[in-house]
């Protein structure tokens, strides 16, 4: 079966300070493809990044950062000097060409960052 | 413009009635999905449509019943509405590979049963 697992349900930080959201995914397909999404305040859902199971190359950009590690099975968010615009709800998601494209997501990290 | 819209966007009803959310995107994509954001913003599947062909029915009661016109729209229509209903419902829409491409949401449509 599929699962998401993101461990961080609340976050606080102050406004600069690094931030790394935890993804931990379970999947038995050897082709899959791992998503973030950020869900500001204002609620709608924004694409963030995706990544696919070959590709194990990290990724910036900008503040952001994202580290894919198949040995860990592991996805994590970073975001450096945190601003008060980041503040949102972000779900990480999996899916793959076996589950018919449907996105499994995890929890939710809600991040505060504070002034 | 917005590429993936809906309507409305709340909607407050008694229990027992029936209601409809509109979603249509403007991206040319072949793939509408309905996902269920719950009280503590869980989100989950429900239904896909690619190319207005049904390709994912979770499990979902059948007072849901989702309709797809064509390629561009994806409604949901909601019989006899109960309180457990209330949640935020997004569309979503993909590229011409439902099993593969990245799905992009509408701004959610937070419905409450009264």
């Known amino acids: 079966a599929q699962k998401v697992t993101q461990a961080q349900t609340e976050i606080s930080v102050v406004e600069k300070e690094d931030v790394t959201l935890d993804c931990v995914y379970e999947?038995?397909?050897?082709?899959?493809?791992l998503f973030w999404y950020k869900q500001p305040p204002s609620g709608e859902l924004v694409f963030l990044i995706r990544?696919?199971?070959?590709?194990?190359q990290n990724e910036i950009s900008g503040r952001y950062s994202w580290n894919f590690q198949k040995s860990t099975s592991s996805f994590n968010f970073t975001i450096t000097a945190s601003q008060v615009v980041d503040s949102a709800v972000y779900f990480c998601a999996l899916s793959g060409p076996n589950q018919g494209g449907k996105l499994i997501f995890g929890q939710g990290t809600e991040l505060s960052v504070k002034p | 413009d917005t590429a993936v819209s809906q309507t409305p966007k709340y909607l407050v009803t008694q229990m027992g009635n029936d209601k409809s959310i509109k979603c249509e995107q403007n991206?040319?994509?072949?793939?509408m999905y309905w996902y269920k954001q719950d009280s503590k913003k869980f989100l989950k599947i429900m239904f896909s449509y690619n190319n207005k062909e049904l390709i994912i029915n979770e499990t979902v009661p059948n007072r849901f019943s989702p309709k797809s016109p064509d390629k561009a729209h994806l409604n949901l229509h909601i019989n006899s509405l109960e309180l457990g209903d209330s949640a935020v419902y997004f569309c979503?829409?993909?590229?011409?590979?439902?099993?593969?491409?990245?799905?992009?949401f509408g701004p959610g449509t937070r419905l409450t049963v009264l």
């Open positions: 999947t038995r397909d050897t082709t899959y493809y």
């Open positions: 979503a829409s993909a590229g011409v590979r439902p099993r593969t491409d990245t799905q992009y």
């Open positions: 990544r696919n199971s070959f590709d194990e």
């Open positions: 991206l040319g994509h072949d793939t």
